[in-house]
């Protein structure tokens, strides 16, 4: 899962990068309305979480605009932070687009599992995710293969855990990188194919994840 983090206070917005990486996200920060404008041209993400006082716009108007404005990638799902808790702010907020609405101050673990609700919604019930002989228990950062669990890093888990929100889906080695590594990551896809070999090696026999030739990569439900 790609977050885009639309923040302008950089103490506040920090300790969330922070927070949500630890929960094996990839996280691409934005201070200003021009820089979060200039991600949203280029990479379509997860979930973004609009800060709405912006130093250089308002970030009410950046989600109005994504669902007009063509040259711009409509985030799969939003969720807006603010200070502002009058209800009319709110339902404006709700009203623009966005998904989900928490008011600062907010407490971290709430955030986190905001975020990880919209990331799943309309896909599964409760913090497990299941697919065939896996099971992934997304709050806990536990996986296993028919009752055994594997010992995944954070990005196996988190590369995992991207297949299992699109199983049967061929994904590009240009998804994945784009799903799962953030704007720091190493630009060439070669390493998506290092982690995605180390995955499959940790996942055993029969393979789960089988190489589509020319295309890319597909989770089966059954080997
Ligand atoms: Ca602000």
Redesign the pocket.
């Known amino acids: 899962m790609r977050i885009l983090l639309i ?3 950089p103490d506040l917005a920090d300790v969330v990068a922070l927070g949500l990486r630890n929960e094996s996200y990839a996280v691409d920060q934005a201070a200003t309305y021009a820089h979060a404008e200039e991600l949203l041209r280029t990479t379509t993400y997860d979930v973004a979480c609009f ?5 250089d716009g308002d ?1 009410l108007e950046l989600i109005r605009r994504l669902a007009r404005d063509l040259e711009l990638r409509r985030p799969r799902r939003s969720l807006v932070l ?2 502002r808790d009058a209800v009319a702010d709110r339902v404006a907020g709700l009203d623009a687009g966005a998904d989900d609405y928490l008011v600062k101050p907010f407490h971290f673990a709430e955030l986190v599992a905001r975020v990880r609700a919209l990331s799943r919604r309309g896909e599964s019930h409760g913090s497990t995710l299941r697919v065939g002989a896996l099971t992934l228990d997304l709050a806990a950062h536990q996986a296993w293969r028919d009752g055994s669990e594997l010992r995944l890093t954070a990005r196996e888990f988190s590369l995992l855990r991207y297949f299992m929100h699109h199983p049967g889906d061929v994904l590009s080695a240009e998804d994945l990188l784009e799903h799962v590594w953030d704007e720091h990551a190493n630009p060439f896809t070669a390493s998506v194919r290092v982690i995605l070999s180390r995955l499959r090696k940790k996942l055993g026999e029969p393979a789960l994840i089988v190489t589509v030739t020319n295309v890319g990569y597909q989770l089966k439900e059954r080997p």
């Open positions: 923040e302008d206070d800060d709405l006082g912006l130093p970030g603010t200070a």
